[in-house]
């Protein structure tokens, strides 16, 4: 059984750099095909893809914010990290990170983590 | 403003059939799998549909998925009142200046009422 969890800040200052981390069980990112993704939702608002990492250590960045997120993954924890820099309060939303399994199934995101919501005040 | 659009809204009553459209373009949907996803609030999506019309092991075959040219839909049939739920569409969005800022693009989301 696939499972994820986010785990980071609940609160953070603007200009800060918010750490988040995906803790995984049931797969291993040095599979083939495999990768774990980033996404987030802003209350009320559509989700959005900020980042992801394969088994490879390829990494791609969702464009608009690719110049503050670095995403890594620590395959002997089961672990992927997202960092993202200079936050500002438009970043305040709920955190996912989900699993690429790849191979058929390609780019779906088929389990995802509960999510984690991140506040950016002052 | 996602490249995908989808209406923000759609309604139905129990046991009509309903469908989500998605637009795109040649460097998204056209050449590129459509991923839908349900969410229902307060909780994380649920992949519903793969490679344009692929049902994952769980999803009742009532929701089934279809792509035509830079378009593509989600239908709903024996609509039920647990369907009550925001839809994503989602699909690859290639960058063809530079293949390596290609990614993962959503829809901005349907709102499904149940009536």
């Known amino acids: 059984q696939i499972t994820l969890k986010e785990s980071g800040p609940t609160l953070v200052k603007p200009t800060q750099t918010l750490t988040l981390t995906c803790t995984f069980s049931g797969f291993s990112l040095s599979t083939s095909g495999v990768g774990v993704a980033w996404i987030r939702q802003p209350p009320g608002k559509a989700l959005e893809w900020l980042a992801l990492?394969?088994?490879?250590?390829?990494?791609r960045y969702s464009l608009s914010l690719k110049s503050r997120l670095t995403i890594t993954k620590d395959t002997s924890k089961n672990q992927v990290v997202l960092t993202m820099t200079n936050v500002d309060p438009v970043d305040t939303a709920t955190y996912y990170c989900?699993?690429?399994?790849?191979?058929?199934?390609?780019?779906?995101?088929?389990?995802w983590g509960q999510g984690t919501m991140v506040t950016v005040s002052s | 403003q996602s490249v995908l659009t989808q209406p923000p809204s759609a309604s139905g009553t129990p046991g009509q059939r309903v469908t989500i459209s998605c637009s795109g373009s040649?460097?998204?949907?056209?050449?590129?799998?459509v991923y839908w996803y349900q969410q229902v609030p307060g909780t994380a999506p649920k992949l519903l549909i793969y490679r344009n019309n692929q049902r994952p092991s769980g999803v009742p075959d009532r929701f089934s998925g279809s792509k035509s040219g830079n378009s593509a839909s989600l239908a709903i049939s024996g609509l039920r009142s647990e369907d009550e739920a925001n839809y994503y569409c989602k699909t690859w969005d290639d960058n063809l200046s530079d293949g390596s800022l290609s990614g993962p693009v959503f829809g901005g989301g349907t709102k499904l009422t149940v009536l």
């Open positions: 990492i394969y088994w490879s250590d390829y990494k």
């Open positions: 040649s460097s998204n949907i056209g050449n590129n799998y």
């Open positions: 989900a699993h690429r399994p790849g191979q058929h199934m390609d780019d779906a995101f088929d389990i």
